[in-house]
């Protein structure tokens, strides 16, 4: 064999070796390590494991309506977990938490609970303006039955983009700008109303003195 053909094959050799070795840490104890992880806080406590956890606020930064935590909620346990509440640490008081249509806030053992999006349960922050603010990771703390309290931080952002199908559902619009007539102007009530609109005052009935007396007939 000349030596052209002997380096050929050991440099086959040497790159099947390296795709062989990528491969085998692919499919290792861990090969989820390669998926794509999103961004969204995460944590585990126990056999409860909260994922993708956020807050989401208005669309309209200046519209005066609740956020909503969205989450997804794992439990590795044997038994049921219930959650018992959700606060958001700068918010008045807890979360108003509702189950889906037909179901529990149970976390069902080896199932999964989500909170936010359409048809799941969901878990409401009233007032929230001046309590979350874009672009914040504040604490979430999450209660659990069993577990107890589960803590993360959580980025707080609007329900625009990715987020518009898990924010709020209910959306008021900002503030209008309110209008005033114009000084001295007629006001409202000033105006005629009705079909009386555009009609003249009524001529005044001739006076009794216009009438002819019997004396200037004479």
Known sequence: MSSSLRRGALAASAIAFSIASLAACGAGNNAQTLEIKPDNAA???GVIKVQNAVVITQPDAKANGPAVVSATLFNGGATDQTLQSIVVA?????????PAEGQQLTVPAHGRLIIGGKDNASATLANSRES????NAQKVTFTFSETGAVSLRAFVVPATSYFTEWGPSETPAAPAAATSAPAGGPSASDKPQGDNAGASAPAASPSASATPSASASN
């Open 43 to 45: 944590t585990s406590v």
């Open 90 to 98: 700068g918010s008045d008081g807890k979360a108003e938490l509702k």
């Open 132 to 135: 979350v603010q874009n672009g």
